[in-house]
């Protein structure tokens, strides 16, 4: 719980004595600057900066990089330096890349010393004067008037009708009315804390004084400051999965250099030969592209992405939605559209719906599913009267082109309270709201709202000259005023029957987490009143109204596939329990899980809640401190977490989860600068596009490791069972080290690109603990590398044993027979089933891959100068059909053993 927590239930005398300052007179300048040595500057402090060549330098710490420069070495040495130009260019292209990253990841701070305020009206030497935010100290008395942004944390002693929007602090979509009134309650949220005011949210209505209490990083901003700085950003599963690959891999090269080494030696071949093979095996065995292909992968990725409104700022962060078991979801303007709405009223007895949402002014009126005209309806027409003339707001609309053939398009916005921005909306939907109506009323008194009061009352005066004082407030205070009654557009008396069935219908908007205002009117006779009090009284009760904050259209059905998918999906919200609850429970969001709020979770210990957070679905009136602790319990029980918000309270638990999304239309800048993903139309249905692209990357980067790693294991079987049967070399280096660069390049960039598999979305995320080799990658690596080796060194063996001494000839149909067999083995990668299961043609980027491939191939094998540098002759007809018969038999081999042994069932129990 906050630290200023603790002035809630404090009255205004004891905050002043604390602080030891007089209201009235405020700081002296010598106290003020003896406090401010104290406390330093009201500034929110940035960590400790790493010097960008530090940053850099960094980037080559990656045990898949050393691995890389070693290969660079090692093809140094051969001689070989376009080979070691490459991999070079590839580890600074990855370094590059993630220093990138890392300077923009830590901009949050910066972002957040932005919403400080840069100047404060402030009580010193008893005259108020203007001084540098920075410059406050506690103590420090600070007047505040409407648009004002907070200086500093403040503990209000005086209000007049305040009201503090803090949604990008507490998640809440309405305005706090504040009051200095001591709290005494025990563990108040947030959000509930009325007599404090914090650094970074807005005056939006009213004046005020505080005492600041908290300057800086004592600030509740500067606490979420404090945890962004201390969150560590996780690792994603993509980047586990590579730095365990890049280990495997470094030691089996290690292995196979010596291995290869001491059995050719042991065979009588010449040792120096025998090194260079088996440091190109090394080099074989690490596939140097990978790094490379990995990022061109996720590149193209994101550019799909954005043209379905997803940004990613994150490249790795791509692939961890593929595994994403949980979505974190703040509820205000993310699962809900962030503009109260008015949904339903109750006039003459009986209930009305309002269709439409937002600020849009179109919608019917229904009853029991039938069109209510206003024509016909006068109870109903006055209290949208009521709604519309006792009310500050504007609504206003805004043209706005999408597109250059696409006609304007009217855009609407509230300016004022968004809940008297929502009763402007229906009385528009009432056609109340042209100009026509309001003209013909001119206000001659307001007696604004109040929170002692509860109410607001405007005296109207027609321009036929009748005078009406429309009041609209809380039901529970308005009914007290109200002597009257108005049914089918009659004053009746209001009896107490009537008056409990208002009660009762207030009672039961409100379980539907509505926000409920009662109207009312009375017919004006005389003078202006002077007072409220006697303005206020013997009123005709008109009717109710409530509002909420709709959810978006299209989330319910992006949840539904979510669940589909296997990822459930949670509300985290710093709203109130109630409305959390309604809204969930409209989006199908609470499907049997349980609900909790702030306080209870305060209460309970990290394993407690560890082992409870499993079945809860729903938080309400939590912290940041809280948001983050729900991330951290979810990923301690093994769950890989999405969390999307929007405001600064959202920023430390998207920058812990493993994949941060912020709302990039009403999102903060915050919130922005910690996220992985932002969401360019703050649509939730966006994410559902965003973790089937995810799905489908990681796949895609799956499926040409397998293609990588089998075609490698085929080198290396080729020239280690050679040495084992004691026959020549059948590759030699430069060969080796060819295939590697050339012929597995190309493919596997193309199958960075594949079409997703129809059952994407079908299938539950994959264990973010599995390795590289698991769903079947790890068998298909082995036979088919298998099958590749065996067929690759049967051509080389028939070639050999025919003519002995045209061993140029047999590492030639060696060298043509590994290289097609890899280039047909690509197709039977495309799926998790069988080479026949995918149309070979419904990738054209793989086919032309393929194509270039054999081309390049055929070019090292029939032009002359090429052929001494490759070690290459020309074959005849008779050895090409050879090499298409070797090449061919490994994938049709293992695919017809894939349909009769049951891999596609092995595959499916290992995913999920």
């Not at 050879?882 to 894939?898: E, Q, R, S, W």
């Amino acid at each position: 719980m906050s630290e200023g927590y603790r002035y809630v239930d404090w009255d205004v005398e004891r905050v002043a004595s604390h602080f030891k300052v007089e209201p009235a007179e405020g700081l002296d300048d010598a106290e003020a600057s003896r406090r401010l040595e104290q406390t330093g500057p009201n500034q929110l402090a940035e960590a400790e900066r790493i010097s960008p060549v530090v940053l850099l330098l960094n980037q080559f710490k990656d045990f898949m990089v050393l691995v890389l420069l070693a290969a660079t070495l090692i093809s140094g040495l051969l001689g070989e330096y376009t080979d070691a130009i490459a991999i070079i260019a590839i580890v600074i292209l990855n370094a590059v890349l993630g220093f990138v990253q890392e300077v923009r990841a830590e901009k949050s701070l910066s972002a957040l010393r932005e919403l400080s305020a840069p100047t404060a009206r402030v009580m010193r030497n008893g005259e108020w004067v203007r001084i540098q935010a920075a410059h406050l100290v506690p103590g420090d008395i600070v007047s505040l008037e409407s648009g004002d942004r907070i200086p500093a944390d403040l503990r209000l002693i005086q209000t007049s009708n305040m009201y503090i929007e803090e949604s990008a602090l507490t998640g809440e979509s309405v305005p706090t009315n504040k009051t200095p009134a001591t709290i005494n309650k025990d563990d108040v949220p947030l959000g509930d804390q009325k007599n404090m005011a914090f650094l970074g949210t807005m005056v939006v209505r009213g004046t005020g004084l505080g005492i600041v209490v908290h300057t800086g990083m004592e600030t509740e901003m500067g606490r979420i400051a404090h945890l962004i700085q201390t969150t560590e950003t996780m690792q994603t599963p993509l980047q586990r999965r590579l730095e365990q690959l890049g280990k495997v891999l470094i030691i089996v090269a290690l292995l196979l250099t010596a291995v290869v080494v001491v059995t050719g030696i042991i065979h009588g071949h010449d040792a120096y030969k025998m090194f260079l093979a088996g440091v190109s095996l090394a080099v074989a065995a690490i596939p140097e592209g990978l790094p490379a292909i990995v990022t061109i992968a996720l590149a193209l990725g994101v550019q799909r992405m954005i043209k379905r409104q997803a940004i990613v700022r994150k490249l790795p962060s791509v692939e961890t939605l593929g595994c994403a078991s949980i979505i974190c979801s703040d509820k205000t303007g993310t699962l809900t559209q962030n503009k109260m709405t008015v949904t339903h009223l109750w006039v003459d007895r009986h209930r009305i719906e309002l269709s439409g949402s937002g600020y849009q002014p179109e919608g019917n009126f229904l009853s029991n599913g039938r069109e209510v005209h206003l024509e016909k309806e006068a109870s109903l027409k006055r209290l949208l009267e009521v709604a519309v003339l006792c009310n500050n707001a504007r609504l206003i609309g805004e043209s706005a082109r999408e597109g250059l053939l696409r006609r304007k398009q009217e855009k609407w916005r509230i300016d004022g309270d968004p809940t008297e921005g929502a009763l402007l909306v229906a009385g528009a939907k009432g056609g109340l709201g042209d100009n026509g109506f309001l003209q013909s009323w001119q206000r001659i008194q307001e007696f604004p709202f109040d929170s002692e009061r509860k109410m607001m009352s405007v005296l109207m005066e027609h321009r036929s000259g009748k005078r009406v004082l429309f009041t609209k407030g809380g039901p529970d205070v308005l009914l007290e005023r109200c002597t009257h009654i108005l049914q089918n557009g009659r004053t009746v008396p209001l009896t107490e029957s009537l008056r409990a069935e208002v009660i009762q219908t207030n009672e039961a908007l409100a379980k539907m987490a509505l926000r409920n205002l009662a109207f009312a009117y009375r017919d004006w006779q005389g003078a202006s009143p002077n007072h409220d009090r006697s303005a206020e009284r013997n009123l005709v009760f008109v009717g109710l109204a409530g509002m909420i904050d709709p959810p978006r259209e299209e989330v319910k059905d992006a949840i539904r596939t979510c669940r589909r998918a296997g990822i459930r999906t949670v509300m985290i919200t710093g709203d109130h329990q109630t409305t959390a609850v309604a809204i969930a429970q409209q989006l199908g969001i609470l499907q049997g899980g349980e609900t909790i709020n702030g306080s209870e979770i305060q209460q309970m210990s990290d394993e407690e809640f560890s082992r409870k957070a499993k079945d809860i679905h729903v938080y309400a009136r939590v912290s940041p401190e809280h948001k983050l602790r729900i991330v951290k319990a979810l990923q301690e029980e093994g769950h890989v977490v999405a969390m999307t918000g929007d405001g600064v309270n959202d920023a430390p638990a998207i920058k812990a989860a493993d994949i941060g999304i912020a709302m990039g239309v009403t999102g903060t800048d915050v919130s922005k600068e910690a996220s992985s993903l932002v969401l360019a139309d703050d649509n939730f249905a966006t994410i559902v596009a965003a973790i089937e692209e995810g799905r489908n990357i990681y796949d895609n980067i799956r499926k040409f490791i397998s293609y990588l790693l089998a075609s490698n294991v085929g080198e290396i079987l080729v020239m280690f069972l050679a040495m084992l049967a004691g026959l020549p070399l059948p590759l030699v280096p430069i060969q080796i080290l060819w295939v590697n660069l050339v012929t597995d390049g190309l493919p596997a960039m193309a199958l960075g690109v594949d079409p997703a598999e129809e059952d994407t979305m079908d299938r539950d995320p994959r264990n973010s603990r599995e390795n590289i080799f698991a769903a079947g990658v790890g068998w298909k690596i082995l036979t088919r590398g298998l099958l590749i080796g065996l067929c690759t060194l049967g051509a080389f063996w028939v070639a050999y044993s025919e003519s002995p001494d045209d061993l140029v000839r047999a590492q030639t149909i060696a060298f043509s027979t590994l290289v097609m067999a890899q280039l047909i083995y690509v197709f039977d990668c495309r799926s998790s089933r069988t080479v026949f299961h995918r149309n070979p043609l419904s990738n054209p980027l793989l086919v032309l891959a393929v194509v270039s491939s054999a081309v390049l191939m055929i070019g090292v094998m029939y032009y002359p100068p090429l052929q001494p540098v490759f070690h290459t002759t020309a074959l005849a007809i008779r050895e090409w059909a050879l090499v298409i018969v070797a090449a061919a038999l490994p994938t049709m081999a293992a695919g017809a053993l894939d349909m009769v042994l049951p891999l596609r069932r092995m595959v499916t129990r290992t995913e999920r």
